[in-house]
């Protein structure tokens, strides 16, 4: 049974940093691509940040410069540095795991709430 299971969302200040974390299990960790979405009132889901099986990595133009999406492949464990943050940032955020090799596999967390008051 894959699971997803987030932490570190809250309630913080403008201008604040979090750090979300998401430990999977179930998977092989290490060969899927993981990636943050988060999804605001009345908004579609949309794409924060992502990084490969290798490393690389991906940001939303919104979020450049100000979060960093990082990897333990050990832990099993992704995270989401997120630092200057506003108002807009305020979500639901959800981790994703996909792998597309031998067949295409895609999982969600049960996302956790991300509150940037000004």
């Known amino acids: 049974q894959v699971q997803l299971v987030e932490s570190g969302g809250g309630l913080v200040q403008a201008g604040g940093s979090l750090r979300l974390s998401c430990v999977a299990s179930?998977?092989?960790?290490?060969?899927?691509?993981m990636g943050w979405y988060r999804q605001a009132p009345g908004k579609q889901r949309e794409l924060v940040a992502f990084?490969?099986?290798?490393?690389?990595?991906n940001y939303a133009d919104s979020v450049k410069g100000r979060f960093t999406i990082s990897r333990d492949d050990i832990k099993n464990t992704v995270y989401l540095q997120m630092n200057s943050l506003k108002p807009e940032d305020t979500a639901v955020y959800y981790c994703?795991?996909?792998?597309?090799?031998?067949?295409?596999?895609?999982?969600w967390g049960q996302g956790t709430q991300v509150t940037v008051s000004s």
């Open positions: 994703n795991a996909y792998r597309r090799w031998s067949g295409e596999y895609e999982y």
């Open positions: 179930g998977i092989i960790f290490s060969t899927h691509r």
């Open positions: 990084i490969t099986s290798g490393g690389s990595k």
